[in-house]
C-alpha cells in the first residue's frame, strides 16, 4: 500500500491495475469502466493516459495512468465501507507525493540565499557527464544502430533490444523490430533496407531500423526514468559514492 501513487511525466500518478488491485476488482472490469469513461468525458486526456505495462512474465498489458482528478472520477462509483477506507488512503497519497513535488523553499537569508546558490552549482557539476553525453550524443546528425546506442549502456544488441521490448517501446515483426504505435510517425527512427548474404551465399535483403538523433534523446530520456543510465553517468555515479564515503 505505500506505493499507491507514484510520478509519471512530473505529476503524482496512480495506475489502472493497483486501482484494480487495491479495489479487489478485475483489471479489465475497470478499463471498460475507463472506455465507458472516455465516451463521455470531454477532457479524458487530461485525466487518464492509456499506457503499456509490462507483467511478471514481461507480456504487455493494456493499462491507465491517471492523476488525482482521474482517479476521483473512476472512483466514485465505487461503494462500501471498505472502498472508503481505500479511497481515504489514496487521498493522503495523492497529498503526501504533491507536497514532496511542489515544496521549495525561498531562501529568507543572504547565508541562506548563498547556500541555495552553492547547492545548484554542485548540481551542475553533478549533472555535467549527462550534459556531456547528450552533447555528444546529438553532435552526430546521422542514423544510430541499436547495437551502437546498446554498448553506451553496456548492452549487448539482443539484450537491449529485448529490453526495450519490455518497455512497450518496441516489437518483433519477422526479423526486423519496430515501433509500437504510440512512438510512430514521431521521427524516433528510420527504417531502410540491408543486403546480406545467407548460409546460403544467397544475396537477400532485409529492412532494419535505425535510429534518428531525436530519437536516440528520446531513449536516453525513457530509460533515464526507469533508472537505466549510459555507462558514463554509472560510472560518474560510483565516483561520486566513494568520494562521499571517504569525506
Known amino acids: 500500500m505505500s506505493?499507491?501513487?507514484t510520478m509519471h511525466d512530473q505529476q503524482a500518478v496512480t495506475t489502472s491495475l493497483q486501482v484494480a488491485e487495491v479495489f479487489g476488482k478485475n483489471h479489465p472490469h475497470v478499463l471498460r469502466s475507463l472506455d465507458e469513461?472516455?465516451?463521455d468525458v470531454s477532457n479524458f486526456g487530461?485525466?487518464?493516459v492509456e499506457t503499456k505495462i509490462p507483467d511478471s512474465y514481461g507480456r504487455m498489458r493494456r493499462a491507465f495512468y491517471m492523476n488525482r482528478d482521474g482517479f476521483t472520477l473512476l472512483a466514485m462509483g465505487f461503494t462500501g465501507s471498505k472502498a472508503l477506507e481505500f479511497k481515504l488512503q489514496y487521498i493522503e497519497a495523492f497529498n503526501r507525493m504533491e507536497k514532496r513535488v511542489s515544496q521549495f523553499d525561498i531562501p529568507a537569508t543572504l547565508p541562506e540565499a548563498l547556500?541555495?546558490?552553492a547547492d545548484q552549482a554542485e548540481q551542475i557539476t553533478i549533472m555535467k557527464p549527462k550534459a556531456e553525453y547528450t552533447d555528444k550524443m546529438l553532435s552526430n546528425p546521422g542514423l544510430e544502430t541499436t547495437s551502437m546506442i546498446a554498448k553506451n549502456y553496456g548492452y549487448s544488441a539482443t539484450a537491449f533490444n529485448k529490453l526495450l521490448n519490455g518497455l512497450g517501446i518496441q516489437f518483433k515483426q519477422g526479423k526486423t523490430w519496430l515501433l509500437y504505435a504510440k512512438y510512430q510517425d514521431k521521427g524516433y527512427t528510420h527504417v531502410e533496407p540491408y543486403e546480406y548474404v545467407n548460409?546460403?551465399?544467397l544475396r537477400r535483403v532485409r529492412n532494419t531500423m535505425k535510429w534518428t538523433?531525436?530519437?536516440v534523446k528520446?531513449?536516453?530520456d525513457?530509460?533515464?526514468r526507469q533508472g537505466i543510465l549510459p555507462l558514463v553517468e554509472q560510472l560518474d555515479g560510483e565516483a561520486d559514492g566513494q568520494t562521499s564515503m571517504e569525506v
Open 3 to 5: 506505493d499507491l501513487v
Open 37 to 39: 469513461l472516455k465516451k
Open 46 to 48: 487530461y485525466m487518464f
Open 115 to 117: 547556500r541555495l546558490a
Open 199 to 201: 548460409s546460403e551465399d
Open 213 to 215: 538523433q531525436k530519437g
Open 218 to 220: 528520446f531513449l536516453y
Open 222 to 224: 525513457f530509460l533515464r
